[in-house]
């Protein structure tokens, strides 16, 4: 179900036939998030669901031999791409946004990567840190701090209170809008919810670095 903030979006996105479209560029059909992977000769062209198994493939081009074995998918929606890496960057520092699960930050960090037409940035784990990074291996772009991991287990935020940070922490709901269009994506973020009157009262001479992040006391 794609909420109203969600379609607005939608409908922001410019939608042209799939046929058209290069290898690698990602589009949302059939409430779906796809990506073209082959552009091959004869109407060889055919997408799949983004991170998903070949199972998910569709055609692009109607009336062509590929068409009459799997779904067409004859128009969708384009998302934005970034012409440079820097475009993560915040104010020539990295981003960084605070997600409610493992799951979700990965598909943000992943979906990212795959929007920057330049080749060379890629998604790893911040060394002990609970959070991926988008990087080129020598600058990281953009932080992507999870509350809960993948088992389950919540994660220890502690050093998102170090002073001062070279970046803005903000929630997930602050981050891009094609981030809706995840899988995983919830706005809900209930450790936050549940710890929002636990979070430390300000010290005379703090600035606003964290005003949206509070930990609750297995983070802290």
Not at 51 to 58: I, L, P
Not at 133 to 140: E, K, M, P, R
Request: aromatic share 10%; hydrophobic share 35%; proline share 8%.
């Amino acid at each position: 179900m794609v909420d109203q903030t969600t379609w607005r979006y939608l409908e922001s996105l410019p939608e042209v036939d799939t046929a058209r479209l290069p290898a690698g560029t990602l589009f949302w059909a059939n409430n779906r998030l796809y990506q073209v992977v082959e552009t091959g000769t004869g109407g060889y062209h055919k997408a799949r669901e983004w991170r998903k198994s070949e199972a998910t493939d569709v055609a692009l081009v109607p009336g062509s031999l590929l068409s009459r074995r799997l779904p067409l998918v004859r128009r969708g929606r384009v998302l934005p791409t970034y012409k440079s890496r820097r475009e993560l960057m915040r104010d020539d520092q990295p981003s960084c946004f605070i997600f409610p699960t493992e799951a979700l930050a990965l598909d943000a960090a992943s979906l990212d990567v795959a929007l920057i037409v330049s080749a060379g940035a890629y998604v790893r784990l911040q060394s002990h840190e609970p959070a991926f990074v988008a990087t080129d291996g020598a600058h990281i772009y953009r932080y992507y701090y999870f509350r809960r991991s993948s088992s389950g287990r919540l994660t220890d935020l502690s050093a998102l209170r170090a002073r001062p940070l070279p970046f803005k922490p903000l929630p997930h709901t602050e981050g891009p809008l094609y981030w809706r269009l995840l899988p995983h994506w919830t706005e809900a973020d209930t450790l936050a919810d549940k710890t929002r009157e636990m979070s430390l009262p300000e010290m005379p001479g703090d600035d606003d670095t964290l005003p949206h992040i509070t930990l609750p006391d297995a983070e802290r």
